[in-house]
């Protein structure tokens, strides 16, 4: 791993963050539409590294698939 992918990590901690922030705005404004209570930040910082741990592997083995041919 060399400085590229210790960048992206790096990265990925305001990213993160944002993220998570987005996803509360994005539930206040949409909650009577969907039929959600909003939550609040603390909440969505969990959704997100849920969504996060389930994609990210899924991204990997996509881009290391592509890589081998």
């Known amino acids: ?37 909003p939550f609040g930040y603390v909440d969505s910082m969990k959704v997100t590294i849920a969504l996060w741990l389930v994609v990210a592997p899924l991204v990997g083995s996509a881009a290391s698939g592509r890589m081998k041919r």
């Open 1 to 37: 791993m060399g400085s590229k992918g210790f960048g992206a990590v790096a990265a990925a901690g305001p990213i993160f963050f944002f993220c998570a922030w987005i996803l509360m705005m994005f539930a206040g404004v949409v909650h009577d539409e969907v039929g959600i209570t």
